[in-house]
């Protein structure tokens, strides 16, 4: 601005007690009045007024009230008045006492005149202008820097910028000028703060200028100061539009979406924030239809406040709460946009008559601007979220409403996500409900308990599943399995899965041969489902048939973790099982083993998520099983709790099914068995035979009725079939009759004519019999039939 060095001001302070004591005096005061330090320190600072409104002032300030300036009279050491321009300022000594700084400008020289041309220019800039010497003080200052501090430019001459704007700021700003001193290079710094006279902060763009002579040598600062509040301001709502990107919507749980909304608002855009989704999202159910009217019911799903404990909260979290037809809330999801209320006497009047509890929230805390924003999304309305600015002095403008709409948009997004996935994983999980056993049967071959632990991570419901079967011949089949993918898609197969089996069972098939049939319906769905299959694993399973006359368990196994035995000893060993490919490769047959069980031994069979988890290998898991399994357990439901208890203490990261089944036998005194010669002379000696062990047994009701299953089926095996041939009786819950062959031709049922001989016998054996079926087995068949024994 000028071509040569500023001219020298001085500055006069000094600094009193609360008690009006002259404490400091400093050089520039020394010049300005003639006392030395030595001189004034200790005596009272009225002594130097000249009265007038100075003794006035320095009354106020005593009294602990706000700083003051003025022009004041002040009297020189000689005797002569000396007018000047004071200021006076609280300080806090560094033992905590209060005291004041007194601050006066000595008249200067004046400038060259080569300034005067620039002058004009100076104090018409379009920003905060400033110039300092080289001891940070002030020396010109535009009408803007004027107004930013209050004061005119004659009574901020020879301050420093800490004097005229008591803030940290400005302690880095003058370090910034002490570096434009020293390198002669200009600064830029950025700054937020209030100015005198502003209700509110706003932010700066600070540059810092040297001012140099002809010869470089700098002699001053250039202070320029540029309000980009504006510019701040969005920036700061394009952050925090990018933090709510990052931090809403993290899982697919609707009330922790609902929170990431809260804790992104508050305090940034607001004081308090409330959400309230409606509340068809709690049962999963489809939205409503058409446009919301009348008292509407919505849940809090979150709130947050920058007063703690959320204290202007109406309603808890997880409350109910009905909002009137004509509340706010009401209005802006009939409405279907957002609004934005400046409270007023007049709409308190209205709002108090709607919902007096509200208001008077609204009144305790000085609610003054409030924002009410629908939360919609692809068709459908979710709920309202609440916007309310108490502590915030500043109230909403149509920029603070777009951004709440924005977050309010992004949120809802995420929350109808998180719908959908519920809603999907709801039906699963009742599909699966009803796909899986509601009740184990109760069987003559064993006990059996199960556990199933669900879940309850994002991944959704999976495709574990299990089933227990009754088989022919007191016989059981059990089975556990997992398909592959997770929801109502894993729901279906388990269903697909479970009904082929149970189909396949009823046939008696063997276990590894069910297995192939079950791989080729495997491998033919996903062919239908996807013409171009990927390969991936269709599901995993294990099979496994128990008889408890021969105590033979027969097993199976496609791609699925290895059972566990645990015997009536209390030792617990993974069964070797020749382990064939999952379900739906089709590349290698299924080989089934056979195993002896103990009577009393327990049979354990399981899905991989008891036993394997991010942080534990499938290994350890299977240790960790026996360990368990062999502990001593006073029932089979506690020895399924103590493997519950010690595997999954916590919700497992993938679905987890346990089946427990302990083997029971029956003993001699209840299975008969007869070889039968080829001849039908023979059938009178059977019949004979099974009527006097029928008698033993205390079954005389079923004689006649046995005699007739006997030599409808011993007949037919002798004319039709192929010896050895031999009859077995079963007592145990049911009465078993079985006659087995070694034809592999199946008889049928049919109906006989009037006129036929024959073809009446397995119709007969049908009426006569609850249940009646045919297995084949490695050699031959076995017709059986069955009568219950009940008490009557």
Same mark, same amino acid.
């Given at each position: 601005?000028?071509?040569?060095?500023?001219?020298?001001?001085?500055?006069?302070?000094?600094?009193?007690?609360?008690?009006?004591?002259?404490?400091?005096?400093?050089?520039?005061?020394?010049?300005?009045?003639?006392?030395?330090?030595?001189?004034?320190?200790?005596?009272?600072?009225?002594?130097?007024?000249?009265?007038?409104?100075?003794?006035?002032?320095?009354?106020?300030?005593?009294?602990?009230?706000?700083?003051?300036?003025?022009?004041?009279?002040?009297?020189?050491?000689?005797?002569?008045?000396?007018?000047?321009?004071?200021?006076?300022?609280?300080?806090?000594?560094?033992?905590?006492?209060?005291?004041?700084?007194?601050?006066?400008?000595?008249?200067?020289?004046?400038?060259?005149?080569?300034?005067?041309?620039?002058?004009?220019?100076?104090?018409?800039?379009?920003?905060?202008?400033?110039?300092?010497?080289?001891?940070?003080?002030?020396?010109?200052?535009?009408?803007?820097?004027?107004?930013?501090?209050?004061?005119?430019?004659?009574?901020?001459?020879?301050?420093?910028?800490?004097?005229?704007?008591?803030?940290?700021?400005?302690?880095?700003?003058?370090?910034?000028?002490?570096?434009?001193?020293?390198?002669?290079?200009?600064?830029?710094?950025?700054?937020?703060?209030?100015?005198?006279?502003?209700?509110?902060?706003?932010?700066?763009?600070?540059?810092?200028?040297?001012?140099?002579?002809?010869?470089?040598?700098?002699?001053?600062?250039?202070?320029?100061?540029?309000?980009?509040?504006?510019?701040?301001?969005?920036?700061?709502?394009?952050?925090?539009?990018?933090?709510?990107?990052?931090?809403?919507?993290?899982?697919?749980?609707?009330?922790?979406?609902?929170?990431?909304?809260?804790?992104?608002?508050?305090?940034?855009?607001?004081?308090?924030?409330?959400?309230?989704?409606?509340?068809?999202?709690?049962?999963?159910?489809?939205?409503?239809?058409?446009?919301?009217?009348?008292?509407?019911?919505?849940?809090?799903?979150?709130?947050?406040?920058?007063?703690?404990?959320?204290?202007?909260?109406?309603?808890?979290?997880?409350?109910?709460?009905?909002?009137?037809?004509?509340?706010?809330?009401?209005?802006?999801?009939?409405?279907?946009?957002?609004?934005?209320?400046?409270?007023?006497?007049?709409?308190?009047?209205?709002?108090?008559?709607?919902?007096?509890?509200?208001?008077?929230?609204?009144?305790?805390?000085?609610?003054?601007?409030?924002?009410?924003?629908?939360?919609?999304?692809?068709?459908?309305?979710?709920?309202?979220?609440?916007?309310?600015?108490?502590?915030?002095?500043?109230?909403?403008?149509?920029?603070?409403?777009?951004?709440?709409?924005?977050?309010?948009?992004?949120?809802?997004?995420?929350?109808?996500?998180?719908?959908?996935?519920?809603?999907?994983?709801?039906?699963?999980?009742?599909?699966?409900?009803?796909?899986?056993?509601?009740?184990?049967?109760?069987?003559?071959?064993?006990?059996?308990?199960?556990?199933?632990?669900?879940?309850?991570?994002?991944?959704?419901?999976?495709?574990?599943?299990?089933?227990?079967?009754?088989?022919?011949?007191?016989?059981?089949?059990?089975?556990?399995?997992?398909?592959?993918?997770?929801?109502?898609?894993?729901?279906?197969?388990?269903?697909?899965?479970?009904?082929?089996?149970?189909?396949?069972?009823?046939?008696?098939?063997?276990?590894?041969?069910?297995?192939?049939?079950?791989?080729?319906?495997?491998?033919?769905?996903?062919?239908?489902?996807?013409?171009?299959?990927?390969?991936?694993?269709?599901?995993?399973?294990?099979?496994?048939?128990?008889?408890?006359?021969?105590?033979?368990?027969?097993?199976?196994?496609?791609?699925?973790?290895?059972?566990?035995?645990?015997?009536?000893?209390?030792?617990?060993?993974?069964?070797?099982?020749?382990?064939?490919?999952?379900?739906?490769?089709?590349?290698?047959?299924?080989?089934?083993?056979?195993?002896?069980?103990?009577?009393?031994?327990?049979? =354990?069979?399981?899905?991989?998520?008891?036993? !394997?988890?991010?942080? +534990?290998?499938? *290994?350890? $898991? @299977? %240790?960790? /099983?026996?360990?368990?399994?062999?502990?001593?357990?006073?029932?089979?439901?506690?020895?399924?709790?103590?493997?519950?208890?010690?595997?999954?203490?916590?919700?497992?990261?993938?679905?987890?099914?346990?089946?427990?089944?302990?083997?029971?036998?029956?003993?001699?005194?209840?299975?008969?068995?007869?070889?039968?010669?080829?001849?039908? =002379?023979?059938?009178?000696?059977?019949?004979? !035979?099974?009527?006097? +062990?029928?008698? *033993?047994? $205390? @079954? %005389?009701? /079923?004689?006649?009725?046995?005699?007739?299953?006997?030599?409808?089926?011993?007949?037919?095996?002798?004319?039709?079939?192929?010896?050895?041939?031999?009859?077995?009786?079963?007592?145990?819950?049911?009465?078993?009759?079985?006659?087995?062959?070694?034809?592999?031709?199946?008889?049928?049922?049919?109906?006989?004519?009037?006129?036929?001989?024959?073809?009446?016998?397995?119709?007969?054996?049908?009426?006569?019999?609850?249940?009646?079926?045919?297995? @084949? %087995?490695?050699?031959?068949?076995?017709?059986?039939?069955?009568?219950?024994?009940?008490?009557?």
């Amino acid at each position: 601005m000028v071509n040569e060095p500023l001219d020298m001001v001085y500055l006069a302070t000094a600094t009193m007690d609360s008690q009006g004591v002259v404490t400091g005096w400093s050089e520039g005061a020394q010049r300005l009045l003639g006392y030395l330090p030595e001189e004034i320190v200790g005596r009272a600072v009225t002594e130097l007024w000249a009265g007038g409104t100075a003794v006035e002032a320095v009354g106020r300030c005593l009294a602990g009230r706000s700083g003051w300036s003025g022009r004041v009279g002040l009297c020189h050491r000689d005797g002569h008045r000396v007018e000047a321009e004071a200021l006076a300022h609280r300080v806090v000594a560094d033992g905590g006492a209060t005291g004041w700084l007194l601050v006066s400008a000595v008249a200067r020289e004046p400038c060259p005149p080569e300034a005067d041309a620039a002058v004009g220019a100076f104090t018409q800039a379009p920003c905060v202008l400033a110039v300092f010497d080289t001891d940070l003080r002030l020396v010109r200052a535009n009408a803007d820097m004027e107004a930013a501090a209050a004061l005119t430019e004659d009574r901020m001459r020879g301050m420093r910028l800490v004097e005229l704007l008591p803030h940290p700021e400005s302690e880095k700003t003058e370090e910034g000028m002490r570096r434009v001193l020293e390198n002669g290079e200009r600064q830029v710094l950025e700054a937020y703060l209030r100015v005198p006279g502003e209700s509110r902060e706003h932010a700066w763009t600070i540059s810092l200028a040297p001012l140099k002579d002809r010869t470089g040598s700098v002699y001053g600062v250039c202070f320029a100061a540029y309000d980009t509040t504006r510019r701040h301001q969005a920036q700061e709502r394009l952050l925090l539009l990018n933090e709510a990107g990052k931090r809403i919507g993290s899982t697919l749980d609707l009330a922790h979406v609902a929170h990431e909304l809260a804790d992104v608002a508050v305090p940034r855009v607001a004081d308090f924030v409330g959400v309230d989704l409606l509340t068809f999202l709690d049962q999963g159910e489809e939205p409503p239809s058409g446009p919301l009217s009348g008292p509407i019911t919505m849940r809090r799903a979150a709130h947050r406040s920058v007063l703690p404990g959320t204290p202007e909260a109406v309603v808890d979290v997880g409350e109910l709460d009905t909002h009137p037809e004509s509340s706010p809330s009401a209005e802006c999801l009939a409405e279907g946009r957002a609004i934005l209320y400046q409270v007023t006497d007049e709409l308190m009047v209205r709002w108090n008559a709607l919902d007096p509890v509200r208001a008077a929230r609204i009144r305790e805390y000085g609610i003054h601007s409030e924002l009410v924003v629908p939360m919609r999304t692809r068709g459908v309305t979710l709920g309202v979220v609440f916007f309310a600015r108490h502590r915030t002095p500043v109230p909403f403008d149509e920029d603070d409403l777009l951004l709440a709409e924005e977050i309010t948009a992004r949120t809802a997004v995420c929350v109808d996500n998180a719908r959908r996935y519920q809603r999907e994983r709801m039906t699963a999980r009742a599909l699966q409900r009803h796909l899986l056993p509601r009740r184990l049967p109760d069987l003559a071959a064993m006990e059996v308990t199960s556990r199933y632990v669900p879940s309850e991570t994002w991944a959704g419901v999976g495709g574990d599943w299990f089933d227990v079967i009754p088989l022919s011949g007191a016989r059981a089949a059990v089975v556990v399995g997992d398909t592959a993918g997770r929801g109502v898609e894993a729901s279906a197969a388990v269903g697909r899965l479970r009904s082929a089996i149970r189909t396949l069972a009823d046939i008696d098939l063997p276990p590894g041969e069910l297995l192939t049939h079950l791989d080729d319906l495997v491998t033919r769905l996903a062919a239908e489902d996807d013409p171009e299959p990927s390969g991936a694993t269709g599901a995993t399973c294990l099979y496994a048939v128990y008889d408890p006359v021969s105590r033979h368990c027969t097993l199976a196994s496609a791609g699925h973790p290895p059972p566990v035995v645990v015997t009536p000893a209390g030792s617990a060993d993974i069964l070797d099982v020749s382990n064939g490919p999952p379900l739906g490769l089709g590349t290698l047959p299924f080989e089934a083993v056979e195993t002896e069980l103990s009577e009393g031994s327990v049979l =354990a069979l399981y899905t991989d998520g008891l036993v !394997e988890s991010f942080y +534990r290998a499938i *290994d350890e $898991g @299977l %240790e960790a /099983l026996c360990e368990a399994l062999a502990q001593p357990a006073p029932s089979l439901d506690a020895l399924g709790d103590t493997v519950l208890h010690t595997l999954l203490p916590d919700r497992p990261e993938d679905d987890a099914a346990l089946l427990l089944a302990r083997a029971r036998a029956l003993g001699p005194d209840q299975v008969a068995t007869w070889e039968i010669p080829p001849e039908p =002379a023979v059938v009178s000696r059977i019949r004979r !035979e099974v009527t006097a +062990r029928l008698m *033993d047994w $205390g @079954l %005389e009701k /079923l004689v006649l009725t046995t005699e007739l299953v006997v030599s409808e089926l011993v007949t037919n095996a002798i004319r039709y079939g192929r010896p050895p041939i031999r009859l077995r009786l079963i007592r145990d819950r049911a009465l078993i009759c079985e006659v087995s062959d070694f034809s592999s031709t199946a008889p049928h049922l049919r109906r006989a004519r009037a006129l036929d001989e024959g073809g009446r016998g397995l119709f007969l054996v049908a009426q006569l019999a609850q249940r009646w079926g045919t297995r @084949l %087995e490695v050699q031959g068949k076995t017709i059986w039939a069955e009568q219950d024994l009940s008490e009557d």
